[in-house]
């Protein structure tokens, strides 16, 4: 199906494709009435906007596919597959709230077992992710959250993240890495096994603060007396313990080159975090500021 100035319109829709491509394949299996069908579905579009209220949207060049049919190992097994890119995106709601990208694009398949245990087994699923140049405003948060880029894959057994940079405010943030075995993990057959880098060239801890949502728990009174208050600090400890997992092997590198906290500037915050069988290891966790070096090293184990 060939498209060119196509648009639709309603009380409250509007919708309009400038010129594009759809195309729909339906294969019948000829002799094996039991094995699933193949229907498969594509689309190459130029521009698209859509608006409904006060929701609008504009993708361009929007390109994806999506697919099910048999699986080579079992024919009456379903496998799906989907992929979608865009040059470019926008959507807002009202005039507060908007997002926009570059360049993204997602690829999924999964491959379904009604016996699976859980969910991740149930579906199988295998992802890939890449968004570039993102930034959305939102009323909840005062400042423009900006994602340069992020991209990642994800299947049960290894979830590999590239990169994911964020800017938020004075703050920036990068998570890298890479963890296996979260499907068995889930199973409780394996151990969760990985290491995640986190990186910052400048974190502004009081801008963050400030940016939190104030709970009713934030806005209560105190308790009357200091000994109320202990009482409850030790209540809510004895409660709420601690507790290292003995099925995790994960690694935390941290690095910040900058940060300002409490009025206070800090260089070179960084170290790593270990968590392996049920002990949790710091290795030489510290920072540098005007008035000292701190550099701590511990041990804790539940």
């Known amino acids: 199906l060939n498209l060119t100035s196509v648009s639709y319109i309603t009380d409250s829709l509007q919708a309009a494709i400038n010129q594009g491509q759809l195309t729909a394949q339906l294969d ?7 094995t699933i069908p193949t229907i498969a579905l594509r689309f190459n579009l130029d521009d698209v906007q859509a608006s409904m209220d006060t929701i609008a949207a504009h993708v361009v060049h929007p390109v994806g596919t999506a697919s099910v049919r048999a699986t080579h190992r079992n024919p009456n097994a379903q496998r799906l597959t989907a992929s979608f890119s865009a040059d470019e995106m926008q959507a807002s709601m009202g005039e507060k709230t908007s997002v926009q990208t570059g360049a993204v ?6 491959r379904y077992n009604k ?3 859980n969910i991740f087994f149930k579906w199988n699923p ?11 405003q939102t009323p909840a948060i005062p400042v423009k959250v900006a994602v340069p880029q992020m991209k990642f894959s994800y299947s049960n057994r290894d979830f590999t993240i590239d990169t994911s940079r964020i800017v938020l405010g004075q703050s920036d943030f990068n998570l ?9 993990w889930t199973q409780h057959k394996d151990t969760l096994v990985g290491v995640l ?3 910052s060239s400048n974190t502004d801890v009081d801008e963050l603060l400030t940016l939190l949502p104030k709970t009713e728990e934030d806005t209560a009174s105190a308790p009357a007396t200091q000994a109320e208050s202990e009482q409850e600090t030790a209540d809510s400890t004895e409660a709420h313990p ?4 003995k099925t995790v092997n994960l ?3 941290t690095r910040i080159a900058n940060a300002h906290a409490l009025n206070q500037d800090l260089k070179n915050l960084g170290g790593s975090l270990v968590v392996r069988d049920g002990t949790a290891y710091l290795d030489q966790m510290g920072f540098v500021c005007e008035a000292a070096k701190l550099q701590l090293s511990a041990i804790y184990k539940t």
């Open 28 to 34: 019948m299996p000829k002799n094996e009435t039991g």
């Open 105 to 110: 694009s997602i690829e999924a398949t999964t």
């Open 115 to 117: 016996d699976g245990e």
């Open 126 to 136: 295998r992802l890939r992710f890449d968004l570039h140049d993102a930034v959305a």
């Open 176 to 184: 890298s890495g890479n963890v296996k075995n979260f499907g068995r």
């Open 197 to 199: 880098n986190f990186t």
């Open 242 to 245: 601690f507790l290292v997992p």
């Open 251 to 253: 690694t935390l590198n």
